[in-house]
């Protein structure tokens, strides 16, 4: 069974840096693109950044560019979203979600099957 786990949320001040965590397990093979999700109250659920599978291609929303970087460790199955300099606009319930689809990144949420629970970043002062 296809199983996804985000870690590493919390509250930080804003300025500093937090690393989210999605591991993945239940999986045929590594092609599968992770997409990191977001969603703040009052708000509709926005991409973030997603990886693929083989090629390391990324893609990230314009108000995280530079400041969030995306990465995956295969022999791991697990993929990283370091946040740094971080905003109070940034905080939401962040989610991962999978797709097992070879050479494919997407910011849409509806187009991944897989999701995990969330976790929650609050960045506030």
């Known amino acids: 069974q296809v199983q996804l786990v985000e870690s590493g949320g919390g509250l930080v001040q804003p300025g500093g840096s937090l690393r989210l965590s999605c591991a993945a397990s239940?999986?045929?093979?590594?092609?599968?693109?992770i997409g990191w999700f977001r969603q703040a109250p009052g708000k509709e659920r926005e991409g973030v950044s997603c990886i693929d599978s083989r090629r390391a291609g990324t893609y990230y929303t314009d108000s995280v560019k530079g400041r969030f970087t995306i990465s995956r460790d295969e022999t791991k199955n697990t993929v990283f979203l370091q946040m740094n300099s971080l905003k109070p606009e940034d905080t939401a319930v962040y989610y991962c979600a999978a797709v097992p689809i070879y050479s494919y990144c997407s910011l849409y949420p509806r187009s991944y099957p897989y999701w995990g629970q969330g976790t929650q970043v609050t960045v506030s002062s």
């Open positions: 239940g999986f045929t093979s590594d092609y599968y693109a």
